[in-house]
């Protein structure tokens, strides 16, 4: 243990113990939160298909050429393990399904098997960390027209009701192999770029495609199934079929978990304020932390007010056990693997702050109704020295603090990626 680390830890820890909150209670709290990191960060959403996977179709787009990014299987894995090394506490790997083991060979997404993704649950456990699943409806020339599970073209719904069947077998059967419970999201692109006029047509069509999909009933204990919708994305800004309001009422109705991607929304709406009117409804939240800058754009989380805001309103209604949280965002700007590791530690230093908040102390104000105290103690703790803690957690979990981690990317960088 560094020693001027321990003592401004001992230091921070005197300043939280007078308002009641014990420091050490709250990191052993934290090391146990799983958080689920996406792969796709790692090879800006390219996957491993024979084919590879094409631009068009589904609006997805990594922007950037930095050097260095994965190519293959083994490079993806060498980097995550890397990114894992830099990020304390639990962590689960979110998969696509276009990251099969493929070996080279031309698998559709209709006919994907448990088969090709063995190989990462033998990584995984090496890892001792669990997996998450997410269907790929995108990048497919069977996307080109904007739907998929809501597509009028019965071939074509067809195909993808397939897809994330396929899906959900893969996601019970990596669930049933760690012992841990895969969290299974399902995204879709569809929708128009202009006036829709059959809007009606296409959420019956999709209710339909999600029912059919939904027949067969997995064990919680391995996995869950998620719904993510979006406000509006490339392709598709005039109307979304996957509404918040289609998935929630879905939800809701066949008790599902809704996903909350921080990046899908309007930018004025705060995801935060969302939370706890949901609990009291709905079976849980999968959380994707992205960060918007004007529109979905999937940018590298940092620690925002509105990020903090959102675990604060996770711990204060008590509510981890209903909250699965995961990453998604892809910057090819960037060195990858620094990109990775600033989301990830943004999301835990969040929780952290949410974790060391007096909230009885707050309560209290706000019972007695002396809403000045409240404010003003909220804005108390935003000085608080949660760096000091912060730098002990890293050190007592044998990952680098904020002094030392970007040195040991760059040196990542030199050895390893620059040579591809």
Known sequence: MNTKIKEAYELARKQYTKYGIDTDYVLSKLKDIPISIHCWQGDDVGGFESHGAILSGGGILSTGSYPGKARNIDELRLDIKKAFSLIPGKKKLNLHAIYGDFKGKAVNRNEILPEHFSSWIDWAKKLNVGIDFNSTLFSHPLAISGYTLSSKDEKVRRFWIEHVKKCREISNYIGRELKIPCIMNIWIPDGSKDLTVSRLEHREILRKSLDEIFTVDYPEDNMLDALECKLFGIGSESYVVGSHEFYLSYAVKKDKLITFDTGHYHPTEIVSDKLSALFPFIRGILLHISRGVRWDSDHVP??????????????????????????????????????????????????????????????????????????????????????????????????PNDMEWIDEVLKYEKEVTSKR
């Open 302 to 399: 940092i620690l925002t007010e509105e990020l903090i805001a959102i675990m604060a309103e996770i711990i204060r209604a008590d509510a981890l056990s209903k909250v699965y949280i995961a990453t998604d965002f892809f910057d090819g700007s960037i060195n990858r693997i620094g990109a990775w590791v600033i989301g990830a530690r943004a999301v835990l230093k969040s929780l952290l702050i949410a974790l060391l908040e007096p909230t009885h102390i707050l309560k209290s104000y706000e019972e007695s109704d002396n809403l000045f105290a409240r404010l003003g103690f909220l804005e108390t703790l935003k000085s608080m020295p949660f760096g000091a803690i912060w730098n002990y957690y890293c050190d007592s979990m044998g990952v």
